[in-house]
């Protein structure tokens, strides 16, 4: 069975992002082939990445939903030829039971769902017969029309509420306790201000929780946002050039508890996080 204190427990792990699609945000059509997405991730693991996230469905804003055959084909042979060679734990980014499962029987042992189980339920009981590990992330709506105005009248409160509920409904389906890890969801339906006062607040969300905290902030448009003027740029800069504020955010999140940190640029969130333990230890 899979359990999160074994990848996270004595050190926050990194998760390195290994995107198979032709449209995510920052890193979309980066790999012609599957071969090309499995070295990226071996490069990643080099680089100190404790998990690696294969996705095949893209989430950023206005995303329409991917075909499940698709999704399949995209991240299949990817997913099997990083558990076999990697060496660190393989998790698929999906919301679909069937590409789930299909991911766990390729190899992987976690099941990160930006749905929470909304949107395909049966990928609770799938990743429960299979002893896989568990994100359950929070996201207000669905991709397509997650940015258009979105409100909250206690965003803490309410990502918090729908963490608990959402974690809930996963050990129902039988999902072990040191398999659950939970995710606010940054930039899932929330405006700069919305994502700051979240990861302002992870000691208080974790706290709500009771179980480890992922945190993904990298390359997000609320970094360019925040950065837009530094150094006499009126314009806000591309996601990879991003990567300087991402280590600031991974930094800040670890420092507040943050057990997992997702990232395009694993180098530099490895050595912060390498460093930050070093520090605790010498601080506790
Ligand atoms: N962000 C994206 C995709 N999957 N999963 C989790 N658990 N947390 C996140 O913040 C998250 C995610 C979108 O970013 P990408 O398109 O760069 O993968």
């Not at 789930?100 to 909304?118: E, K, L």
């Not at 896989?132 to 940015?147: C, I, K, N, S």
């Not at 729908?162 to 809930?168: G, M, Q």
Request: glycine content about 10%; some cysteine.
């Amino acid at each position: 069975m899979f359990d999160w204190d074994d990848v996270c427990g004595a050190r926050p792990a990194v998760m390195g992002i290994v995107n198979v699609t032709p449209d995510s945000f920052s890193d979309g059509g980066q790999f012609p082939d599957a071969g090309a997405a499995v070295a990226h991730g071996l490069e990643l693991v080099a680089a100190g990445a404790d998990i690696l996230d294969v996705g095949g469905e893209s989430t950023r804003p206005g995303a329409d939903p991917v075909d499940e055959r698709e999704e399949l084909e995209r991240i299949e042979s990817v997913v099997r030829g990083l558990a076999t060679e990697a060496g660190v734990p393989v998790s698929i980014d999906t919301t679909k039971a069937a590409v789930a499962s299909a991911a766990i029987d390729a190899g992987a042992s976690i099941v990160n769902d930006v749905s929470a189980g909304r949107f395909d339920p049966a990928i609770l009981e799938v990743t429960a017969a299979a002893g896989a590990g568990y994100v359950a992330m929070h996201m207000l709506g669905e991709p397509r029309t997650m940015q258009s105005d979105p409100r909250y009248d206690d965003v803490v409160a309410e990502v918090g509420a729908f963490l608990v509920a959402r974690l809930d409904a996963a050990r129902e389906a039988g999902i072990q306790e040191g398999s659950l890890a939970a995710d606010p969801g940054i930039g899932f339906g929330k405006t700069a201000a919305h994502n700051l006062t979240l990861l302002a607040s992870l000691a208080e969300l974790i706290s709500l929780v009771g179980v480890p905290l992922v945190v993904g902030t990298s390359r997000k448009r609320f970094l360019g946002e925040l950065v837009r003027g530094v150094g006499g740029n009126d314009d806000d800069p591309a996601p990879v050039d991003r990567d300087d504020a991402t280590l600031a955010s991974v930094v800040w999140s670890v420092d507040r508890g943050a057990r997992v940190v997702r990232v395009h640029d694993v180098a530099p969130a490895a050595q912060a996080v390498a460093l930050l333990d070093a520090m605790e230890r010498v601080a506790a």
